[in-house]
């Protein structure tokens, strides 16, 4: 049984910085893709970075520059570096992983796994 628990979220000021983790327990295999979504009260659900498993990632346009997706794989670890934070950032940020499948990894819908969440507040 596979499970995703995100911790790292917090309180922070503008311009400030957090780090999320995404710890996978339960895998047997590494997943094909592993990604950050956030969802802040009354938007949808939204990509924010995800990774490969050869290491290539990609950002939503509004995180570029600002944030980094990495992966630890002995850990089964997904982590994401949060710098220069703005209000905007704030929302529930959850964790992603597939089932090893290939698939676009761009897509929600093709994330099997799914941890709680972790909030993230910038004021």
């Known amino acids: 049984h596979v499970q995703l628990v995100e911790s790292g979220g917090g309180l922070v000021q503008p311009g400030g910085s957090l780090r999320l983790s995404c710890s996978a327990e339960?895998?047997?295999?590494?997943?094909?893709?592993m990604a950050w979504f956030r969802q802040a009260p009354g938007k949808e659900r939204e990509a924010v970075a995800r990774i490969d498993i050869d290491g290539g990632s990609s950002y939503a346009d509004s995180v570029k520059g600002r944030f980094t997706v990495s992966k630890d794989n002995a850990k089964y670890t997904l982590y994401l570096q949060m710098n220069s934070l703005k209000p905007e950032d704030s929302a529930m940020y959850y964790c992603?992983?597939?089932?090893?499948?290939?698939?676009?990894?761009?897509?929600?819908?093709?994330?099997?796994?799914w941890g709680q969440g972790t909030q993230v507040t910038v004021s």
């Open positions: 339960g895998y047997r295999f590494e997943p094909y893709c």
């Open positions: 992603a992983a597939d089932n090893g499948a290939l698939g676009d990894c761009t897509d929600q819908r093709h994330y099997t796994y």
